[in-house]
């Protein structure tokens, strides 16, 4: 137990004797410069510039691609649509001339008279 007291006496010196000083964030880029060597700083270089490089491009040509998909089946697809909703308006509207037409049938037969 007392070499382990003693050690901890020198641990608590040594932390008391270090003090930080306050660096910069220039001094600390020059650190991290001088931790790394050159090859792995050139290779998180260029794996960094071709990922901003690649993200770029597919977003110019993804937004140029969106584009031309969505002005096309604009033009392409809204036709249709529109034709569509207007041939099932019409289809209602002749359902209903037929629903009238029967009723005024009806009514001109009059009440002892069969339907045909």
């Known amino acids: 137990c007392l070499l382990f007291v003693?050690?901890?006496k020198k641990i608590e010196e040594i932390d008391d004797d270090e003090e930080f000083e306050d660096e910069t964030i220039l001094e600390r880029i020059i650190a991290l410069n001088e931790a790394f060597p050159s090859p792995v700083?050139?290779?998180?270089?260029?794996?960094?510039?071709m990922t901003t490089t690649a993200l770029?491009?597919?977003?110019?040509?993804?937004s140029k691609g969106l584009w031309f998909f969505m002005s096309t089946s604009l033009?392409?697809?809204?036709?249709?649509?529109?034709?569509s909703i207007h041939d099932a308006e019409h289809a209602e509207l002749e359902?209903?001339?037929?629903?009238?037409q029967q009723q005024q049938q009806m009514l001109l037969a009059?009440?002892?008279?069969?339907?045909?």
């Open 95 to 100: 359902k209903l001339q037929m629903a009238r």
């Open 6 to 8: 003693i050690n901890m």
């Open 75 to 83: 033009l392409l697809v809204m036709p249709v649509v529109v034709l």
């Open 41 to 49: 700083r050139k290779v998180a270089s260029f794996s960094y510039n």
């Open 110 to 116: 009059g009440p002892g008279k069969p339907q045909s």
């Open 56 to 62: 770029s491009t597919c977003q110019h040509y993804g």
